[in-house]
């Protein structure tokens, strides 16, 4: 018991201090380095939240905990960037002191706006794509559109969203043009 007692005792002054830790079983503790004066403070945690992310990450807000030194991070697709920006996020813990942990709600605004942007120029959405969140599904008829472009639109949505997109061409009535 003396053994524990002392362990759980190291972990907690760790822990004040802002040391981050994990338990590996083929290991044992594995303790990462605190920042020498401990976590910074909210705004320089935030402004470097803010600065560590590239636009493609699509980071829209940072909140925060401050009391367990923790940034919640708004992004307008989540999945994609705890994916493709995990390095961000451990940078950010190194830097700072604070948890950076991504807030899981997608952002049904940029769901509809994605949509634009990868259709090809001189196509335009006949109207206003439908969400179906719970299936990661978005759907929307288009015009003007080639069946070739759908398959590479399609493909593009899935990498920038991690939501299915499902393009419906629809014909142009004849004569009007």
Do not use: C
């Not at 940078?91 to 942007?117: C, D, F, H, Y």
């Amino acid at each position: 018991w003396k053994h524990q007692t002392e362990l759980a005792a190291a972990v907690l002054a760790l822990a004040r201090d802002g040391a981050r830790y994990e338990y590996d079983p083929e290991v044992g503790l594995r303790v990462e380095r605190a920042l020498p004066s401990g976590p910074v403070n909210q705004q320089v945690a935030r402004d470097t939240a803010l600065k560590a992310f590239p636009p493609e990450a699509r980071l829209r807000k940072v909140g925060m905990i401050a009391h367990k030194h923790t940034l919640i991070l708004t992004f307008d697709f989540p999945e994609v960037a705890t994916r493709n920006f995990r390095d961000v996020f451990d940078q950010i813990r190194m830097e700072t002191g604070w948890e950076a942990n991504p807030k899981m709600t997608t952002s049904q605004q940029a769901l509809s706006a994605a949509v634009k942007e990868v259709l090809p120029v001189g196509t335009r959405l006949a109207k206003k794509p439908s969400l179906y969140v719970g299936d990661k599904l978005v759907t929307a008829e288009v015009e003007g559109f080639r069946d070739e472009e759908i398959t590479e639109a399609e493909a593009a949505y899935v990498d920038m969203t991690n939501y299915t997109l499902r393009l419906i061409n629809r014909e142009q009535p004849e004569g009007s043009e």
